[in-house]
């Protein structure tokens, strides 16, 4: 969904590297989904409203609809992967 690129570690463990080579991370497995913010991780992404007709077509919902922040075209959403676990989404016209 977000064009990240995922691979198989040494170890065999899945995981993911994002569209710059800047982040990386791994996938945990079996733990309930995280349904309620306690720090909630935001994804930078080039378009919010891209980025929610693909969530949607992916089978994840919208839990918080796109809300513009201080400046133009600054804005942040918050959705639902399929599993429920919730995640924000945030674009910047400088980002």
């Known amino acids: 969904m977000f064009g ?5 570690r040494g170890d065999g ?5 994002d569209t710059t080579g800047a982040v990386s991370g ?3 497995l079996g733990r309930e989904p995280q ?4 720090i909630l991780a935001y994804v ?3 378009s919010i409203d891209a980025t929610l007709i693909v969530v949607k077509s992916a089978g994840g919902t ?3 609809p796109k809300t513009a922040l201080g400046s133009k075209d600054e804005a942040f959403a918050t ?5 429920g676990n919730l995640l924000g ?3 910047s016209p400088n980002g």
């Open 13 to 17: 463990s899945r995981a993911f590297d």
């Open 89 to 91: 989404i945030y674009h």
């Open 44 to 46: 930078m992404v080039d």
């Open 4 to 8: 990240w690129k995922s691979r198989t």
């Open 62 to 64: 919208v839990a918080s």
């Open 26 to 28: 791994a996938w945990v």
């Open 35 to 38: 349904r309620e913010a306690g």
């Open 79 to 83: 959705i639902r992967d399929p599993a």
